[in-house]
């Protein structure tokens, strides 16, 4: 009879200490092979405002230059080889498709939002180029976020739509067809990515994380923000950030430098135990 031992679920403060690990091994990797990467989002945040993890957060973000972003995918084998972590695209597509990535470690298990079983990861997501006159960068970025959207409701399970009517729709309408074109997605993928790429990188003095930057039109900041780079403090060493990272904060979250209402202090809702505990 197969083992029925309950899994040891991981306190937060292990999950967070497993995540550090994972982002120390990919940032020495990145170090190793001069690919340029920054701390991103909440986990910049974090940096700046508790110089660690928000307090109630589990995930990382970083941020590649797109060159460094693509050259990273071109090295997955040799950061298997080196470091043990892996690199998978999002929700089954595979990274050269994907619109980011995810580092993650085979050692821990993930359970997220009670849905998703994957292996515990931090998510690089790539910086792209951007058009100089503002109101062709919001429409880029507008166009991006669209693309977005439709890709995460194209693969997002039924069980896990927040509406009733949402996932009818996924049922009834969208499953079939995404079961009869299983490449639907993949499709949608490669057109935000086109999106993402549309302006050579280089090529112009602004920049933001496009293909998933989840704030739309405010990623935008100056292309000079990636050097020089500032360094920052998250957990026990420095990691690179924006050099320019007061404006991107501030574009971001207004005033950072203040706790939200507990109400907003939510976590992604993930239970995460060691893979040597699966039966």
């Known amino acids: ?13 292990d999950v967070q200490n497993e995540l550090l690990a994972v982002l120390d091994a990919y940032a020495s990797f990145c170090e190793r ?3 340029a990467y920054c701390l991103v989002g909440g986990t910049l945040l974090g940096a700046v405002r508790h110089h660690g993890f928000i307090p109630w957060d589990d995930d990382i973000d970083v941020g590649m230059p797109r060159p460094d972003y693509d050259a990273l995918v071109e090295n997955a084998q040799a950061l298997e080889d080196e470091t043990g972590l892996r690199i998978e695209g999002f929700r089954n597509l595979s990274p050269q498709d994907s619109p980011m990535l995810k580092i993650v470690t085979p050692e821990i298990r993930v359970l997220e939002a ?4 994957t292996d515990l990861w931090i998510d690089v997501l790539p910086i792209d180029a951007l058009p100089d006159p503002k109101d062709e960068s919001d429409a880029q970025c507008r166009k991006a976020g669209r693309l977005r959207r439709i890709l995460a409701f194209l693969t997002t399970p039924k069980t896990a739509q927040s509406h009733p009517l949402v996932g009818a729709v996924k049922t009834f309408a969208v499953q079939p067809l995404a079961n009869r ?3 639907v997605p993949t499709v949608v993928s490669r057109a935000l990515q086109k999106t993402a790429t549309s302006i050579p990188f280089g090529t112009t003095g602004h920049v933001g994380i496009v293909s998933w930057g989840m704030y739309g039109e405010r990623e935008r900041i100056p292309a000079s ?3 020089p780079m500032a360094e920052v403090r998250f957990g026990p060493r420095t990691f690179p950030a924006f050099g320019t990272w007061d404006l991107y904060l501030s574009n971001l979250y207004g005033d950072y430098m203040t706790l939200p209402p507990k109400n907003q202090q939510i976590s992604h809702g993930i239970q995460a135990w060691r893979a040597k505990e699966d039966h």
Do not use: C, E
């Not at 009879?1 to 403060?13: C, F, G, N, V, W």
């Not at 009670?114 to 079983?117: F, I």
């Open 114 to 117: 009670g849905v998703y079983p």
């Open 33 to 35: 092979r001069n690919l």
């Open 225 to 227: 923000s990636l050097n």
């Open 181 to 183: 074109f299983p490449a």
């Open 1 to 13: 009879m197969a083992d029925q031992t309950p899994r040891q679920i991981l306190s937060k403060d």
